[in-house]
């Protein structure tokens, strides 16, 4: 008996670890153009040598390269469109968010693993639409990351290529002039690209892993669908509650921080461009670097908060869903009775489907958030004191991603951005007065 229990066990342990090791062998697939473009960035730190040259390209490119550049080249002889007023306040916004990005990423592949912290390791428990999805939106990261980056990047080579053109011969320089603006232009583009790709890719792998908690919550709302007990429903919600709160303790440092610094950031350059000095001279050529700075860490924020955002609304919406099975399940037992009442509950579901604007809600509706009904299997299998203590349940316990136990659904992004916008006023209250 015990020979024959030991052998079933080894046989769901081999079982199980083919399952994984066909898993760890499509995601080492997947994965390989990740880890290729962490090799390429400098952020791998697989062994020493590469930890070596990844904190070196960070120090040269987040504080080197940004240092000089703004001491050496600060250029105060220069003509007012030449000027940069705003330098010291660009610099240390783009390179201390670039730095918080490239700490906490360091952290999550040296800690647990590129694979781990995508959760990879993850998939050969989810059904093949969720790994489907996860796949095509790992490979759409990449092409993501680039449509946020070379924008920027552009307009930033536009900017500086003008800058050191115009002005080449008014800079500090050693040897030629040409050869002495062209290295320092390069120098610093490579500085910017550098750092805004760093502060990008952390916020596009938040939001990966946040999209495939979402494709989880849709999977989860198929098995209201089909006839769940209520025992699999609990046991499937533990499992993706579990799953944000790794999410969340993993992550809420870098949330945190980052809205921190970027608030900071944007309250500091709101202080210097209202100033009654600045205002004069404010213009494209002496706030170019400002507007793109700007943008690049607000971008970067709204992607974290909205990926945070949404995925706690996916989750708040499983008991809406809930609540609407269980009102199916519960009718459709009273329906069943007569066939009058029964008859009449079709109707209602025809009418229902035929609704004209029912076209123009689909493209807003999802698994999760709809106005559909539910065909109910329940009402034969499970009880309504169940039904309704599974309700209860997602009632009582609502997921999401929280940062030190504050949720981060829409009402606190409406309460920051009113806590912001109160503060935006009052500093152009303060301004306008000091003007006036």
Known sequence: MADESGCRE??????????????????????????SYLRWMCVDQSNIWRLCLSWSVFVV??????????????????????????DS????????????????????????????????????????????????????????????????????SVYKIWWYASEASQIPYVGNVYASAAMACIMELFSWLYRTTVIFLVCVLFRLICYLQILRLQD??????????????????????????????????????????????????????TSSSAIANLDFCTAGELLFCSITLVTGLLIVLRSATKITHKAQAVTCLAA?????????SFDATTAQIASSGRVFRAESDNDETEDEAEDEEDELDNSKLIPSYAYSTISYQKRQALVTYFENNRAGITVYGFTLDRTTLHMLFMIEFSLILWLLGKTINGIS
């Open 10 to 35: 080894a046989l769901l342990a081999n079982r199980r670890k083919n399952m994984f090791q066909r898993s760890v062998s499509h995601a080492h697939d997947e994965l390989k153009s990740f880890r």
């Open 61 to 86: 490119f987040t504080i080197v390269v940004p240092a000089v550049s703004h001491f050496v080249f600060a250029c105060s002889t220069c003509d007012g469109k030449h000027k940069r007023p705003y």
């Open 89 to 156: 306040v660009v610099q240390l916004s783009l390179s201390g968010v670039a730095t918080l990005s490239f700490v906490c990423l360091s952290s999550f592949v040296r800690k647990y693993g590129l694979k781990r912290f995508l959760f990879f390791d993850k998939l050969y428990d989810e059904s093949e639409t969720v790994r489907r999805g996860y796949t095509a939106q790992l490979n759409r990261s990449l092409k993501l990351l680039s449509c946020f980056v070379i924008p920027c990047f552009v307009a930033e």
């Open 220 to 273: 989860f709302a198929t098995m209201f669908e089909v006839d769940s007990d209520v025992g699999s429903v609990l046991s499937e919600h533990l499992r993706i509650r579990r799953h944000l709160r790794i999410i969340s303790h993993r992550c809420r440092d870098f949330v945190l921080w980052k809205l921190i610094l970027v608030t900071g950031s944007q309250f500091a350059l709101l202080l210097i461009t």
């Open 324 to 332: 609407k099975w269980h009102v199916c399940a519960t009718l459709d």
